[in-house]
T-cell receptor, first 112, second 112 residues
Framework: EPEVTQTPSHQVTQMGQEVILRCVPI?????FYWYRQILGQKVEFLVS????????KSEIFDDQFSVERPDGSNFTLKIRSTKLEDSAMYFC??????????FGPGTRLTVL | QKEVEQNSGPLSVPEGAIASLNCTYS??????FFWYRQYSGKSPELIMF????GDKEDGRFTAQLNKASQYVSLLIRDSQPSDSATYLC????????????FGKGTHLIIQP
């Protein structure tokens, strides 16, 4: 299975602070996705990113969120002014050569 | 609103038996169907994908798709205790931009 890496594995922040979550997707793929999973709930799609642009986003992905590709290999999800309800696991996913998506290990975000 | 429905379980199956997991989806435009396995505290792990009506087998796993009934299933033969996990059904409209819509998952317990 192709490998997707994420950092940090756990991020603790104070409400109102900004956090940046990082992901290194499978190399040589232009599509990239972010999902979140609140504890005990289903995995929810946030945004897909293609060739340095947002391709599709869900209702969850409001102005509080942004995605960037700061260099050729890393992708980031920025959450501005975090809220308690932003506490969740955040997963990035990268496709293989087929239509499949492989998930990274996730970042557990805890907002206090 | 795209919906994916799964029985949350727990589904308890004796070791060595066949585990049958089911999923229905609401969007008739869905083209791609996936089964992920998620252990507690871990990220979703892709185990099967299916695009066409009928059966698809991979080792002990068989995915079944019936687009007319909007129904997807996963059979696990010769169930092992290590198969105990939450199984997530996910669908997409196909194409790279589309995020996956997940069900809440079925918690499977394989009894030794």
């Amino acid at each position: 299975e192709p490998e997707v890496t994420q950092t940090p594995s756990h991020q603790v922040t104070q409400m109102g602070q900004e956090v940046i979550l990082r992901c290194v997707p499978i190399s040589n793929h232009l599509y990239f996705y972010w999902y979140r999973q609140i504890l005990g709930q289903k995995v929810e799609f946030l945004v897909s990113f293609y060739n340095n642009e947002i391709s599709e986003k869900s209702e969850i992905f409001d102005d509080q969120f942004s995605v960037e590709r700061p260099d050729g290999s890393n992708f980031t999800l920025k959450i501005r002014s975090t809220k308690l309800e932003d506490s969740a696991m955040y997963f990035c996913a990268s496709p293989s050569s087929t239509d499949t998506q492989y998930f990274g290990p996730g970042t557990r975000l805890t907002v206090l | 609103q795209k919906e994916v429905e799964q029985n949350s379980g727990p589904l308890s199956v004796p070791e060595g038996a066949i585990a049958s997991l089911n999923c229905t989806y609401s969007d008739r435009g869905s083209q791609s169907f996936f089964w992920y396995r998620q252990y507690s505290g871990k990220s979703p792990e892709l185990i099967m994908f299916i695009y066409s009506n009928g059966d698809k087998e991979d080792g002990r796993f068989t995915a079944q798709l019936n687009k007319a009934s909007q129904y997807v299933s996963l059979l696990i033969r010769d169930s092992q205790p290590s198969d105990s996990a939450t199984y997530l059904c996910a669908v997409s409209a196909g194409g790279g931009a589309d995020g996956l819509t997940f069900g809440k998952g079925t918690h499977l317990i394989i009894q030794p």
